[in-house]
Every structure is written in C-alpha cells, then in structure tokens.
C-alpha cells in the first residue's frame, strides 16, 4: 500500500473547524482513501472514506485534491470528544488489512 | 447492535505463562480482523478471517501466536508462551460483506507480560 504523510500533532480550539491534512503522493489509481480516528483507551473508529470525490457523512468531510496526491479530513466543528489520534490510510481493496501510521494527535482545547 | 467485544479487557501474566484473548465480531461479520500495537509502534496487522477460514496470517509474528474461529464466529488468540515484548494491546476488528470498507473495532485487550 501507498505511504501516506500526516504532521504528527495539531491543535484547535473548540467549536472552530479542523483541516487535517494527509500527502500520499504514490498513490494508484485504485487506492482509496481512509480516515480512522482513536480516542483516548478505545479502539480505532472508522470516520470516512473516498476515491475521487469529496465525501461528506455525519461525522466530517473528506476534500481530495484534483490530482489526488493530497486529501484533507474536515471536521467542522470541533468539540472537546473529538480530541484523538487520526489515521489516513490508502487501500486498493474492501476488506484487506488497514495499514496505520502514525497518524496526526488532534488537541482540542476549551 | 452490539458492537465488537473483547475479553479481557487487561490481562497481567508472567513471562512463560499463556493468555486467551477473545473477540466477538458484530453479528453477520464475516471479516474478523486482530491488530496490536506494542510499546511505542503503530498499529500493525496480525491476521483476517473470513468466516472460519484464515484468509491473511503474514502479520503473526511467531509460531507462540495462535488465532482460531470456529464455526466463524468468535475468535480466540492465545499466546504460548508469553514473552515480555508481547506486551502491548490487541485489538480485534469485523466488517461485513465482500469488499466492506469499514472495519469495526473492539476496545482492546491490554496485555501485560511481567
């Protein structure tokens, strides 16, 4: 699977949007991009994915650049309960093994 | 819907000892993943059911590593016998059909190797 880049820590205050961004430059044309989330002493929790489009659900918005080389996971208004370690995972295939890196720590602060 | 369960939640044994963690998936997952994560690394891939079937295995690190699911239900991993860099949190994950995109997890077993 394709490497993805993340910045290891970010930091916003409550109630402002988040823009988490993620590079996987060597992304194919088949890898979908993944966005998973852990909070603090839970296991890893699924936010968003997509391929070409950007996606919206009830959690955040996902924004694929043109050229697909970068994408960004939008939270829209940022609470205290999102406050987590976020994962931006390439995958070509449904059910194959998610690949984490390090992923970006998320503070929110009051 | 219940969503995946783990048992224990933490467990502390003794280096040689053995330990069964237990996952059970959300009902009708035929995907049954198990990840761990050791002191200060990523989260790193152990092995995928599909059913009752091993489907991937290249993550078990050694033969001390054994995953079951009989009847493609839940699942068990003992570790046999247990080393001190086994330590660390393990995780369980299921998904539903072919080519499901979103994998869910369990909250964990923190196993400690003492």
């Known amino acids: 699977d394709a490497k993805t880049t993340q910045p290891n820590s970010m930091e916003s205050n409550e109630e402002e949007p988040v823009h988490l961004p993620c590079n996987h430059s060597?992304?194919?044309?088949?890898?979908?991009i993944h966005w998973y989330r852990q909070l603090p002493s839970q296991g890893p929790e699924y936010v968003i994915h997509?391929?070409?489009s950007n996606v919206n659900n009830r959690m955040a918005s996902l924004a694929i650049a043109e050229d697909r080389k970068s994408s960004t996971l939008i939270l829209h208004r940022a609470t205290l309960r999102d406050a987590a370690v976020y994962y931006c995972?390439?995958?070509?295939?449904?059910?194959?093994?998610?690949?984490f890196g390090k992923g970006t720590r998320l503070s929110v602060i009051a | 819907e219940a969503g995946v369960t783990q048992f224990p939640s933490h467990s502390v044994i003794e280096k040689g000892q053995t330990v069964t963690l237990r996952c059970d998936p959300i009902s009708g997952h035929d995907n049954l993943y198990w990840y761990r994560r050791v002191m200060g690394k990523e989260i790193k891939f152990l092995l995928h059911f599909v059913k009752e079937s091993k489907q991937d295995e290249s993550g078990m690190p050694n033969n001390r590593f054994l995953a079951e699911r009989t009847g493609g239900t839940y699942s068990t991993l003992k570790v046999q016998p247990a080393e001190l860099e086994d330590s660390g949190v393990y995780f369980c994950?299921?998904?539903?059909?072919?080519?499901?995109?979103?994998?869910?997890f369990g909250p964990g077993t923190r196993l400690t190797v003492t």
């Open positions: 997509g391929l070409t």
């Open positions: 060597t992304i194919s044309g088949t890898d979908y």
């Open positions: 995972i390439l995958s070509q295939a449904g059910n194959t093994p998610l690949v």
């Open positions: 994950a299921s998904s539903h059909y072919s080519g499901a995109r979103e994998q869910y």
